[in-house]
């Protein structure tokens, strides 16, 4: 298995701008976590996913970010519009219920809004 | 909510040398615990980790250590290697480990 993809890598991007961030979790993980990851503010849960389901969003900072599963291969960040303080690393990370809380989590994308 | 305070922000230790990085955590009902390691511009990974009903586990030269009264939990890192330079994230949540708080993080310099 590849382990959890994420694209792009790197975003820059102006204020304003939309931006959509891309996770495919590993094939057969029930959960996937989208995470931020700043150096203020460390590592912060966004959102998370079982069986495709959000289950709690209660970290996603404003309603300028959404985030949706349509199927278990695939996940999308959106952020719109995009501010500077966005920028950050974003993480997804999926874990197999059956198999414990070991998180596996993707190489991230690293967001620059300038 | 839980919070997670980890200690210190840096540390820098001779090759061969022990590191221990500490963590407090707030909410009683947290039992799982997790360290986590990510290396320059990479992916955080987990290293080790422990539940409530254990006080110390260990694997090869990394162990942790769990106080449940005092809501402490320790990583011991014995013989440091240069290859053990990382940031080192711990965690708490509750069963089921879906909400993981993490800490600060703490920088490891080994220095050989």
């Known amino acids: 298995d590849a382990g959890v993809i994420q694209s792009p890598r790197h975003e820059v991007t102006e204020m304003g701008q939309e931006v959509t961030l891309r996770c495919k979790p590993i094939?057969?993980?029930?959960?996937l976590f989208w995470y931020r990851q700043t150096m203020m503010r460390g590592l912060e849960l966004l959102i998370y996913?079982?069986?495709?389901?959000?289950?709690?969003d209660s970290g996603m900072p404003e309603d300028r970010f959404s985030a949706k599963m349509p199927n278990a291969s695939f996940s999308t960040l959106k952020i719109q519009p995009s501010e500077p303080r966005d920028s950050a690393v974003y993480f997804c990370?999926?874990?197999?219920?059956?198999?414990?809380?070991?998180?596996?989590f993707g190489s991230g994308t690293q967001l620059s809004v300038l | 909510g839980e919070n997670v305070e980890q200690h210190p922000s840096t540390l820098s230790v001779q090759e061969g040398d022990s590191a221990v990085i500490k963590c407090t955590y707030s909410?009683?009902?947290?039992?799982?615990f997790p360290w986590y390691k990510q290396e320059l511009g990479k992916r955080p990974q987990l290293i080790i980790d422990?539940?409530?009903?254990?006080g110390e586990k260990k694997d090869q030269r990394i162990a942790v250590t769990l106080n449940k009264t005092a809501k402490h939990f320790s990583l011991h890192i014995t013989e440091t290697q240069p290859e053990d330079s990382a940031v080192y994230f711990c965690?708490?949540?509750?069963?089921?480990?879906?909400?993981?708080?993490f800490g600060a993080g703490t920088i490891l310099r080994v220095k050989s």
């Open positions: 990370a999926s874990r197999a219920d059956r198999a414990g809380e070991k998180l596996f």
């Open positions: 094939s057969g993980h029930d959960y």
């Open positions: 996913f079982n069986n495709n389901v959000p289950i709690d």
């Open positions: 909410d009683s009902a947290s039992n799982y």
């Open positions: 422990i539940r409530s009903n254990v």
């Open positions: 965690a708490a949540s509750r069963v089921g480990g879906n909400k993981l708080v």
